[in-house]
């Protein structure tokens, strides 16, 4: 990365008006690289109505904020933004575009690099800058594996970076320009015609609370072999959950499920038994106080973050647990 | 309507994973594989969609000989044809690459829908459907739990974070990208599996789908992959599975003080 060519453009994404706060963790990203390579830092949104949120980033140690204000884009769609984005990058020619990978920088990110004949790099988890190259890391195999990865085709680059691989709490303060940047967007080029945003009915079983865990995992295999981890959460007194694929396999209900698209739980004590620790079930649990982690896989990444582990058969440690349990009621 | 669904050959979840050589990828000797996860309710969801509006459903892999047994499990599964992207060039391609070698294809097949799981198992890239309707200059959307055909137009239900959901409609033909766990899985039956065997697999490569180097030349490079080194300290408890029981217990209630 040439020192000062560029600069460097960050993704904040507004959702009704106010900022995604994984945004702030690619603004700090933004400000770490930029520092790095001697860079100058952009942010820019895109919505209409947005004046606060683009004033809020202007807080921010930055040199420019681009507001992108256009009624086309009151509501995201892919479509839009990819249209509007473009044009901001004619307009700035930024080297590289940060992003936090979100749900919605999935839905564009790799369609914007496309369109411009480059391929987003995505869902990051580190960096390092090594003479011209930006070297990034990635998981890979689920987090079993990681990856050092450069792009390597012409610039502008697009990094996207998972969410909690910066801190955003740990943005410099200070003061950025606004800058009204218009683009044009004819209606007729928008494909997607999204309804309003919904949640389903609130969940029947509030796990936000309890304070004792059992969560189990695609290692137990079997549906019927469920009844072992219920029968433990039972010996504990605990509420029992579970990992994605138990809830699509309607094994237990959805309402169990933990994770970015299940219940977050900050338990005293979170028991995983037979689960890998792919990153969308760890951002569900990860702020439990106490966590224990029963894999056979040594190498799984759950115990990345437990803090008592047990690696071995889960349908011999389960019982014997179970028992002890029933022991010291 | 005529649906492409693209399903990968991933290596089996449980499988012990081993370096190679060049510390560039995994060795893939000793290996099984499997259809990728997300994929599979892909499949499902295609042979549904056709259960309700007719059409035929293509089973779409790239990758070596080895693929075939993915379109070999879909066709017995209900897929009517498959087809196989093979080509020394199409080795160790991007997701840029592997989505301009899957638009060629479906543009051959002029399909009207294509749709994919929403990421792979091994690389992880979450980017390939998505990329696949830009190269195909056609609408897409991304994450979908539910598929409604209203004739030119698809309404799908699209999962967003912290629990939301959102509806959304867009114009045939399109790409989808499937999560997992939107429907049940069909497994194939013996009847399905025998009349697989008179299903077609047509095979396209480079030349045939008219695609020239430059246009799949990586636009992402890796230079070594590993074993992430770990940041947290984890006791781990040893022992038979009654000592470890006790061990641990004792731990959360005089160490952890949860109990
Ligand atoms: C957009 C998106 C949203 C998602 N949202 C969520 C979410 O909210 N929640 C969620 O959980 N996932 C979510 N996922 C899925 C996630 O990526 C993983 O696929 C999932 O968490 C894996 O579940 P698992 O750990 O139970 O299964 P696996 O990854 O299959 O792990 C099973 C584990 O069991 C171990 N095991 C097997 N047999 C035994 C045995 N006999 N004894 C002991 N251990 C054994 C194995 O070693 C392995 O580590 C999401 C994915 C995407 C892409």
Redo the contacts between chains.
């Keep these: 990365m040439a020192n000062g060519e560029g600069g460097i453009l960050v993704y904040i994404e507004v959702t009704e008006g106010r900022v995604n706060r994984a945004s702030y963790e690619a603004l700090r990203a933004g400000q770490l690289i930029g520092a790095e390579t001697g860079q100058e830092v952009a942010a820019v949104l895109f919505g209409q109505g947005i004046e606060a949120a683009a004033a809020e980033i202007a807080a921010r140690q930055l040199q420019t904020v681009h507001l992108v204000n256009d009624a086309a884009l009151a509501s995201y769609t892919a479509d839009g933004m990819v249209r509007a984005f473009q044009q901001v990058i004619g307009q700035t020619k930024p080297a590289l575009v940060l992003l936090s990978h979100t749900y919605e920088v999935r839905d564009f990110a790799p369609k914007l690099a496309a369109s411009l004949g480059r391929v987003l790099t995505g869902d990051c988890i580190g960096y390092r800058v090594d003479g011209q190259d930006l070297v990034l890391t990635r998981q890979i195999f689920q987090g079993k594996m990681v990856a050092d990865v450069v792009p390597t085709g012409e610039k502008p680059w697009f990094v996207s970076f998972q969410i909690g691989t910066f801190r955003g709490d740990e943005c410099e303060a200070g003061t950025a320009a606004v800058a009204l940047t218009s683009v044009t967007i004819d209606a007729g080029e928008i494909r997607q015609k999204p309804e309003q945003r919904f949640k389903e009915a609130k969940a029947a079983v509030d796990l936000t609370q309890a304070p004792l865990i059992v969560s189990v995992g695609r290692g137990i295999k079997e549906q019927k072999n469920i009844e072992l981890v219920r029968k433990l959460s039972e010996a504990l007194g605990a509420e029992l959950s579970a990992s994605r694929p138990i809830c699509d396999n309607d094994w237990l209900p959805m309402d169990r499920q933990i994770g970015s698209s299940g219940q977050t739980v900050s338990p005293k004590l979170y028991l995983a038994v037979g689960i890998s620790g792919a990153i969308q079930h760890l951002v569900g649990m990860k702020g439990a106080r106490t966590i224990v982690a029963i894999n056979r896989d040594k190498d799984a990444p759950i115990f990345e973050i437990a803090d008592y582990g047990i690696v071995g058969d889960l349908f011999e440690i389960v019982p014997a647990l179970t028992a002890e349990a029933e022991k010291n009621r | 309507m005529k649906i492409i669904v693209c399903l990968k050959q991933v ?1 089996k ?2 499988s012990v ?1 081993r ?1 190679n050589d060049e510390g560039t990828w ?1 060795q893939d000797r000793d290996l099984s594989y499997e259809i990728n ?1 997300s994929d599979q309710y892909a499949l499902e969801a295609a042979l549904q969609l056709k259960e309700k509006v007719g059409g035929e459903v293509l089973a779409l892999s790239l990758g070596p000989a080895r693929v075939q047994t993915v379109i070999k499990e879909a066709l017995a599964r209900g897929a009517d044809r498959g087809v196989h992207l093979d080509d020394e060039a199409f080795k160790g391609l ?3 690459g592997v ?1 301009t070698v899957i638009a060629a294809a479906a543009k051959k097949e002029e399909a009207a829908l294509v749709l994919t799981g929403l990421q792979s ?7 390939t459907g ?2 696949i ?3 195909l200059g056609v ?5 979908v739990m539910d598929v409604e055909v209203q004739e030119a137009r698809l309404r799908v239900k ?4 912290s ?9 045939l033909p399109a790409v989808l990208t499937i999560q ?2 939107i429907n ?1 899985l069909r497994y194939a039956t013996l009847k399905g599996i025998m009349a697989a065997k008179k299903k077609e697999i047509s095979h396209y490569d480079a030349a045939t789908l008219g695609l020239a180097a430059d246009q799949l ?12 080194q ?3 300290q ?5 022992g038979t ?2 000592e ?3 061990r ?2 004792e ?2 209630k005089n160490e ?1 003080r ?1 109990f």
Excluded at chain 2, 163 to 171: A, D, E, T
């Design positions: 290596p979840n449980d994973l370096v995994i996860e991007d997701a840029y989505a198992d091994d690389h992880g890239y979450a980017q998505v990329i309707a830009e190269q609408a897409h959307a991304t994450i699209r999962e967003l974070e629990g939301y959901f959102q509806w959304v409609s867009l114009p997992s766990g049940t030349a990586p636009r992402q490079k890796i230079l070594r992959i590993y074993v992430p770990k940041s947290k984890t006791q781990f408890i040893e599975p009654a470890v029981a006790a641990l217990l731990k959360l952890a949860v």
